[in-house]
DNA sequence: CCCTAGAATGACTAATCAGTCAACCCCTAT
DNA sequence: ATAGGGGTTGACTGATTAGTCATTCTAGGG
C-alpha cells in the first residue's frame, strides 16, 4: 500500500474517532493526512469507499491480532480464551479504533463488500464453535447465535474496562471472570 | 405534548432509521410531519436537540415497556426474567426503533442532558442487581460490569431474533435459552 | 539535458444544509 | 367588530460539502 494511501487511512481513523464520520470533511483529512483534496480522490473514488476502506482496514488490524500466536493444536477452551484475551487486548489498547469500528458496523453506511468481507475472515471463530458443538460440550443452539453471545460479552467486557481505565492486574482479573462468565454459560 | 411535536418526532425517527440521522435533514423531517421547516424550530432548537429528544424519547417508549407488569416483590430471577423477556419482546417487535436507540447511544452526538437521562431511569435495574449481590446468589462483580453483561446479551439475542425472524414458539425458545446462559454465567 | 507519463495539486462548482424572519393565519377576549 | 398575540409558514441566507479538472510537479529513461 502507497505512502499516501495508508496517511489518508490514519488521518480518517483518528478524524472519524474524535469528530464522528459524518462530520468530517474530506478536506480535513487530506489537510491532516498532509496531501491535497484532490489526491484523496486518486485513492478513493468517493467518501463512502473511504469509509469502507477505513472499516475494512480495521477489521484486517484486529484479525491480526487476534490471530497472533493463535494455538491452533490446542483444545478447544484454550482456543476461545487465547481469541477472548487478544480481543479484549486489542480493544483495551486501541479503545478509539475499537469503537469507530462497532459504530461503522452498526452504521448501516458499510457497502455490501465491506459487509461480505465480515464473515469470510471470521471462519476460523466458526470453525472452532463447530467443532465445541460436535464433541458436545456445549449448550444446544446454532453456531451463529453462539457467536453473537461471544462477540456481545466481549464488547461489554471491552467497554466496562475501557471506561474503568482498567490495566494489568485488575484487567487480566475481569478478563478471567468474563471469560468464566462465558464459559459457564455456554457449556453444557 | 402538543401534535405537532409528536408528529415531529415520529418523522424523525422514522427518517433517522432508514437513512441515518446524519444524513436526514430538517426539511424533510418537516415535509415527513406535514409541517413547515420553521416549526421544527420552534418545537427544538438546533437539530441536535431534537437528536436528543429523539433519544430520550426511545429510551421511555422502552422503559415503559420493560416496567408493563413488573412483578415488584417476586424473587430476583424471576424479576431478571421479566426484564429479559420485554426487552427482547421490545426489540423484536420494534426493529428499527431499537436499532436507532442502540446506534444513537454510540454515535456521541448526544448532549449531556440525554446521557444523564440515562442513569436515572435504570435505577430499578441497578437495584435488583444490587439486591442479588447482597444475597450473595452471584459471582463476585461490579455491579456496573453486571448490568453491561445483561445489556450485551440481550442486545445480542435481539439482533439475532431479528435477523432470523424469529417469531412466537421459536422466539420463546430462544428467550427461555439466552435467559439460562445468562443466569448460569453469572450466578454462583 | 530533455521528454513524457503518471502523480499531485488546490481553486472551483453545484448542491445541500441548518437555521432565520417577516409575513400571515386564526383564535380568543374585549 | 376589532385588536392582539401565539402558532405557522416557506422563501431566503451564509456556510459547508463532495467531487472535478486544468495545471503543475517529479522521477526516470533515452
Redesign the interface.
Do not use: C
Given at each position: 500500500m502507497s505512502d499516501k494511501k495508508q496517511q489518508l487511512l490514519e488521518a480518517s481513523i483518528d478524524l472519524f474517532a474524535r469528530e464522528?464520520f459524518?462530520?468530517t470533511s474530506t478536506a480535513s483529512i487530506a489537510k491532516h493526512a498532509g496531501v491535497a483534496t484532490g489526491t484523496l480522490f486518486n485513492y478513493f473514488p468517493s467518501k463512502d469507499a473511504l469509509i469502507d476502506a477505513v472499516y475494512m482496514h480495521l477489521k484486517h488490524e484486529w484479525l491480526q491480532h487476534i490471530q497472533r500466536d493463535y494455538p491452533v493444536r490446542a483444545d478447544i477452551k484454550s482456543r476461545l480464551e487465547h481469541i477472548w484475551y487478544r480481543n479484549i487486548d486489542w480493544g483495551v489498547r486501541f479503545p478509539e479504533r475499537y469503537?469507530l469500528k462497532?459504530?461503522l458496523s452498526?452504521?448501516?453506511?458499510l457497502g455490501a463488500e465491506a459487509v461480505d468481507y465480515e464473515a469470510e475472515e471470521l471462519a476460523f471463530l466458526h470453525e472452532l464453535i463447530q467443532e465445541g458443538f460436535n464433541q458436545g460440550i456445549f449448550?444446544e443452539?446454532s453456531v451463529?447465535?453462539f457467536n453473537?453471545?461471544v462477540?456481545?460479552?466481549m464488547?461489554?467486557?471491552v467497554?466496562?474496562a475501557t471506561?474503568?481505565g482498567l490495566k494489568d492486574m485488575a484487567l487480566a482479573r475481569?478478563i478471567a471472570?468474563?471469560s468464566?462468565?462465558?464459559w459457564?454459560?455456554?457449556a453444557r
Amino acid at each position: 500500500m502507497s505512502d499516501k494511501k495508508q496517511q489518508l487511512l490514519e488521518a480518517s481513523i483518528d478524524l472519524f474517532a474524535r469528530e464522528g464520520f459524518w462530520n468530517t470533511s474530506t478536506a480535513s483529512i487530506a489537510k491532516h493526512a498532509g496531501v491535497a483534496t484532490g489526491t484523496l480522490f486518486n485513492y478513493f473514488p468517493s467518501k463512502d469507499a473511504l469509509i469502507d476502506a477505513v472499516y475494512m482496514h480495521l477489521k484486517h488490524e484486529w484479525l491480526q491480532h487476534i490471530q497472533r500466536d493463535y494455538p491452533v493444536r490446542a483444545d478447544i477452551k484454550s482456543r476461545l480464551e487465547h481469541i477472548w484475551y487478544r480481543n479484549i487486548d486489542w480493544g483495551v489498547r486501541f479503545p478509539e479504533r475499537y469503537n469507530l469500528k462497532q459504530q461503522l458496523s452498526l452504521s448501516g453506511v458499510l457497502g455490501a463488500e465491506a459487509v461480505d468481507y465480515e464473515a469470510e475472515e471470521l471462519a476460523f471463530l466458526h470453525e472452532l464453535i463447530q467443532e465445541g458443538f460436535n464433541q458436545g460440550i456445549f449448550k444446544e443452539m446454532s453456531v451463529d447465535y453462539f457467536n453473537s453471545m461471544v462477540m456481545a460479552e466481549m464488547d461489554a467486557t471491552v467497554r466496562y474496562a475501557t471506561a474503568q481505565g482498567l490495566k494489568d492486574m485488575a484487567l487480566a482479573r475481569l478478563i478471567a471472570l468474563s471469560s468464566d462468565v462465558l464459559w459457564s454459560g455456554v457449556a453444557r
